[in-house]
């Protein structure tokens, strides 16, 4: 399962094309298109969604924009 989480500052386009990203990253990678995905808005995440990161928040917007820019 795929979760494209989307925060509460996303702008329109930003919600509009999150499904959209996730099936492009589904195909970039290789993976099925049968592959559930999940829309998950900041704040109302489920469970499974937090059991990813051992149940615990990982510093936000700036520390995942280090993450993934290397």
């Given at each position: 399962?795929?979760f494209?989480?989307?925060?509460?500052?996303?702008?329109?386009?930003?919600?509009?094309?999150?499904?959209?990203?996730?099936?492009?990253?589904?195909?970039?990678?290789?993976?099925?298109?049968?592959v559930?995905?999940?829309?998950?808005?900041?704040?109302?995440?489920?469970?499974?969604?937090?059991?990813?990161?051992?149940?615990?928040?990982?510093?936000?917007?700036e520390?995942?924009?280090?993450?993934?820019?290397?």
């Open positions: 399962m795929i494209v989480w989307i925060g509460s500052g996303a702008n329109k386009s930003e919600k509009l094309r999150a499904m959209e990203f996730a099936t492009e990253y589904l195909a970039s990678q290789g993976r099925p298109p049968n559930p995905i999940a829309r998950v808005m900041e704040g109302k995440e489920p469970p499974e969604f937090w059991e990813v990161f051992a149940g615990k928040t990982l510093g936000g917007r520390q995942d924009a280090k993450k993934w820019k290397g």
